[in-house]
């Protein structure tokens, strides 16, 4: 990679988010506050619902998370409102269509017209008028395995359980996940997304549901390794709440310590958890910098919805948790990172 290539866009940093669902829709509404180069990195692994009907009858990848992401970054012309509300649009009634979100059926036929996800993710990105890019993490749709106890007499019986809902539904403790394809196969990763984190000023991992939309990034091989290498700053965003089933009971530093358990190479630049979510912040500060990371407790939640990421404020945050870090490849994250809206500073990235 030249140094050039390193050299941030002179309009805001190059960032890829890392998720899937409503944590990734969050973090995707706060980034495009802070650059116009966000790349999403969506999770493929669902089986439920409109996507998971979609993927049984067709083989081919859950739309659901992608539909979501390109939603986040649409752009705010008349056209792309209107294919934002139709994209987001779902059928009701009793029939063979009923659930289906209209986004879900056009990327799906996208798909079978292209014969390419990433073709049909960036035509659709053109009728969304998008600002940035969504790509799956893999090509091929995945499956999620955990091991759980707690499902039997015995309390610490592992048992192993597959499939995204039945994992982020279980009544168990989930020990350990791991993913591969429907046929039993090392999963490969998108070669545009390895290529987008590796080039990337800042990666964001989190927030979301932890077991089944965070960490199943870091569990397909190519992409892990180029999330330890890549030069860029990384960050990671906590929930707000535990989620009922998948991490039911975990404070914040246990998720931490779950994703050290899952990628103890990793290293990360910043933790950012919402202030009255964490009730011991001295512990929070140890797990985080058991990865290298400094802690950063800020207000981000929307007012009245305590389990709901407040974009602006997370924009806010992002912002302040960059402000003076400084990426592998010798990048100071200032300047753009730091400025608070309404301060005096030059909005700028250098």
Request: glycine fraction near 12%; proline fraction near 7%.
């Amino acid at each position: 990679m030249s140094d050039r290539s390193r050299e941030p866009a002179p309009d805001g940093p190059r960032v890829v988010a890392l998720g899937g669902g409503h944590g990734l829709h969050a973090t995707l509404s706060a980034l495009r506050e802070i650059t116009p180069h966000v790349t999403a990195v969506v999770t493929v692994a669902d089986d439920g619902g409109s996507s998971g009907r979609l993927r049984r009858e067709l083989g081919m990848l859950p739309p659901g998370d992608l539909r979501k992401a390109l939603v986040a970054l649409s752009g705010a012309d008349d056209n792309a409102k209107l294919w934002n509300s139709v994209f987001r649009h779902r059928f009701g009634g009793t029939g063979a269509l009923a659930g289906h979100a209209i986004g879900n059926l056009v990327l799906s036929g996208l798909i079978e017209v292209l014969g390419d996800p990433v073709a049909a993710l960036d035509e659709a990105a053109r009728m969304l008028g998008l600002t940035g890019r969504v790509l799956p993490m893999s090509c091929e749709p995945l499956d999620i395995e955990a091991d759980v106890e707690g499902l039997d007499e015995d309390p610490a019986a592992i048992r192993r359980i597959r499939g995204q809902v039945a994992v982020a539904t279980t009544p168990g403790r989930v020990k350990r996940i791991g993913v591969q394809t429907s046929s039993g196969d090392v999963p490969t990763a998108c070669p545009e997304a390895l290529a987008a984190v590796r080039s990337a000023d800042l990666v964001v991992l989190g927030p979301g549901s932890w077991f089944t939309s965070v960490l199943p990034h870091l569990l397909v091989p190519e992409l892990h390794r180029a999330l330890v290498e890549t030069k860029a700053a990384r960050v990671v965003v906590l929930n707000l709440v535990p989620q009922p089933g998948e991490t039911a009971g975990f404070s914040p530093e246990q998720h931490l310590d779950v994703l050290c358990q899952h990628a103890p190479e990793l290293r990360v630049d910043a933790v950012i958890a919402d202030a009255d979510a964490v009730s011991t912040p001295d512990r929070l500060r140890r797990a985080a910098a058991a990865l290298g990371a400094r802690a950063h407790l800020a207000p981000v939640a929307t007012p009245g919805a305590a389990d709901r990421h407040d974009p602006g404020a997370l924009a806010r945050s992002l912002r302040h948790a960059l402000a003076g870090t400084t990426s592998a490849s010798g990048q100071e994250m200032v300047g753009y990172a730091g400025r608070e809206p309404g301060g005096g500073e030059e909005d700028t990235w250098r």
